[in-house]
């Protein structure tokens, strides 16, 4: 009996300090409460100023995007320096893509990617402009070369691409906009890790580089002009203008248009596509990727049809067809393959640039009856990538690519004659007549390594250019042909530096 009550009052007792404790606790909470309650609402408050917000609930929104940053070391055998470029063969650029489901099957959706579009890019700087200003005649009405923006090189912002599209996993993909269109990087398939320092396209790595005679003496071509020819005219200063001229073969890749273009659904490894728009522009395209046998697998094949000259020139007076007489037609293809099991891969690329045109950089020695013949490239890499030192792969690469006829067919001219198109400076004499052969070559290795860890690339590489150009008699330009003084030095480089994704 009385232990019972004993019992009792011990139960009493500890409800009774149980209660105490929770109300001191209470009380504490209350006040910590209060503080706490502010500092999230502080960083809370933070957050919001700092993210990335939407304007509704319907759409996803994403950002990604990279950052690609160099040292390039070049040497043209008489004047050599270091800049600090942003690589182009996967320049810097951020996206801002989004989407919604319309039902289980249909899903729409928009893509928006910026990028710099000047600005110490490794395709634009050259010996006398570390900026990469040339090619723009000076920016916002800074100088000619170098300082075009506000006297301290700083870049343009670029609109790349702004689309929205339909996709349907059984009637595949309608998109209309600023978009890549059916060929791109059609002709730079590659499964390794190579592309982000490396890849079939010779105007983006020092393509806005100035060819040199034996001499010393630069010449108002660039090594990138010299796949597929010069997009100005010689009163136009160095680096021609925008494709479809020189940099529909240099940065073949590149294809973007407002336009329209539709893409199948995948089938059996197979995809095919098509665009239209800019006027006249038409491309269409397939790309097959797979496994057999233990070999990972891709391809791609693509045709273009230009007809529609860009930039638009504006003709003030009688019409005299100067707005419709570029007619230029591109085949494309690459491939690579891959063993899984060792790494070791090879790839290649093959493209053919015809012009069928009247304007003078489509015929040969302004010659209206007589086209210049077709620009070919072929480019091939092979090596191993395997992830050795448990932080990504790594990747080891040789590479070899040539362009055949890329300025065959056009005047040359000495200073102070008239006709002339290209090739004017190219020394004390000069050069004269018609190009009757030209090529060039490049060979490069290099290593890249990922770090999975932080989504970066770091790399090292070396490539070397060399040119020859043989010039004829011209029936447009008085005198003998003479050949280039000392023929043309090579050129190479030294790019090490690191992309981070993000």
């Known amino acids: 009996m009385n232990g019972g009550s004993i019992r009792a009052a011990s139960h009493g007792a ?91 099957d249909i899903t729409v959706g928009f893509y928006t990617e910026f990028s710099l579009a000047i600005g110490a890019r490794s395709h634009q700087v050259n010996q006398i402009d570390d900026d990469g200003f040339t090619g723009s005649g000076g920016i916002l009405g ?48 590659d499964l390794s890790n190579t592309g982000v320092v490396a890849n079939s396209q010779p105007f983006l790595w020092g393509g806005g580089f100035l060819l040199r005679n034996g001499l010393g003496s630069l010449a108002a071509l660039t090594w990138g002009q010299m796949c597929g020819g010069p997009g100005s005219s010689a009163t136009a200063a160095f680096v021609g203008n925008a494709g479809p001229y020189s940099t529909d073969c240099g940065i073949h890749a590149l294809t973007r248009r407002d336009a329209v273009m539709y893409a199948t659904p995948t089938w059996h490894g197979f995809t095919f596509s098509g665009s239209f728009g800019e006027d006249d522009f038409w491309d269409v395209a397939g790309r097959y990727a797979g496994e057999w046998h233990g070999f990972r697998v891709a391809a791609g094949l693509g045709y273009r049809w230009f007809e529609d000259r860009e930039p638009d020139i504006l003709v003030i007076g009688p019409p005299d067809r100067r707005l419709d007489d570029t007619h ?44 210049r013949p077709d620009t070919t490239l072929w480019w091939v890499d092979a090596g191993i990538e395997k992830n050795w030192f448990g932080i990504g792969a790594t990747t080891f690469y040789g590479e070899y690519g040539r362009v055949e006829d890329g300025v065959t067919g056009l005047v040359a001219a000495a200073p102070g004659t008239t006709g002339g198109l290209i090739l004017s400076g190219l020394g004390p004499v000069g050069a004269r007549g018609v190009v009757a052969d030209s090529e060039m070559t490049w060979w490069g290795v290099g290593a890249v390594q990922k770090v999975d860890a932080a989504a970066m690339d770091l790399y090292l590489a070396y490539r070397q250019y060399t040119a020859d150009i043989r010039m004829g008699a011209s029936a447009n330009v008085a005198g003998s042909p003479v050949q280039i003084p000392g023929g043309l030095e090579d050129i190479w480089y030294i790019q090490a530096g690191a992309r981070i994704q993000f």
Not at 145 to 164: E, R, T
């Open 14 to 104: 500890i409800l009774a300090l149980a209660g105490l404790l929770l109300n001191v606790g209470s009380a504490q909470a209350a006040d910590l409460g209060g503080n706490c309650c502010a500092d999230l609402e502080e960083r809370v408050a933070e957050l919001e100023a700092t993210t990335v917000r939407k304007g509704n609930r319907r759409v996803s929104l994403t950002l990604s995007g990279q950052v690609n940053r160099s040292l390039m070391y070049w040497n043209d055998d008489f004047q050599d320096d270091v800049y600090s470029v942003d690589n182009a063969i996967a320049n810097s650029r951020f996206r801002m893509t989004g989407n919604a489901k319309l039902s289980a």
């Open 142 to 189: 800074g100088a000619a070369l170098g300082d075009g923006i506000g006297g301290a090189g700083d870049s343009v912002l670029d609109f790349n691409q702004a689309n929205w599209y339909i996709s349907s996993e059984h009637w595949g993909r309608l998109t209309v906009g600023r978009l890549a269109s059916a060929t791109a990087g059609i002709g730079v398939i």
């Open 328 to 371: 230029r037609r591109q085949w494309l293809s690459s491939a690579s393959l891959m063993h899984i099991a060792t790494g070791l891969f090879v790839s290649g690329t093959w493209m053919q640039y015809e012009y069928h045109g009247t304007n003078p950089h489509e015929i040969f020695d302004l010659d209206p009856n007589r086209n």
